[in-house]
């Protein structure tokens, strides 16, 4: 069974950081693009980056890209979303996906995790 779970989030202040993980099984790992998500209270699922296979080309959204640093670790099939300068904004559950971007916030696609809570308050 394909799963992944995610780890990492919490209670920051803002300027903070965190990092966030995601736990990958049953799958062939280095084979897949991967992606993080959020979803804030009443919002839609918003894409944050992805990072593709091999090299691993990175990108994200307009929202974190001078923030965020993605990565992954294949030996350990385990994806990593470095978040710094946290602010409100960034409160959300926050899902790592087996798909690209083009893929990411769509329901049918890939697997879901249980998703981990970040928030963001003084």
């Known amino acids: 069974e394909e799963r992944l779970v995610e780890s990492g989030g919490g209670l920051a202040q803002p300027g903070g950081s965190l990092r966030l993980s995601c736990a990958a099984s049953?799958?062939?790992?280095?084979?897949?693009?991967m992606s993080w998500v959020r979803q804030a209270p009443g919002k839609e699922v918003e894409w944050v980056s992805s990072?593709?296979?091999?090299?691993?080309?990175?990108i994200y959204s307009d929202s974190v890209k001078t923030r965020a640093t993605i990565s992954r670790d294949d030996a350990q099939n385990t994806l990593y979303l470095q978040l710094n300068a946290l602010n409100i904004e960034d409160t959300a559950m926050y899902y790592c996906r087996n798909v690209g971007s083009s893929s990411a916030t769509q329901r049918h696609a890939g697997v879901w995790g249980q998703g981990t809570q970040v928030t963001v308050s003084s």
């Open positions: 990072i593709g296979t091999g090299r691993g080309d990175t």
């Open positions: 049953g799958m062939a790992f280095s084979d897949y693009a």
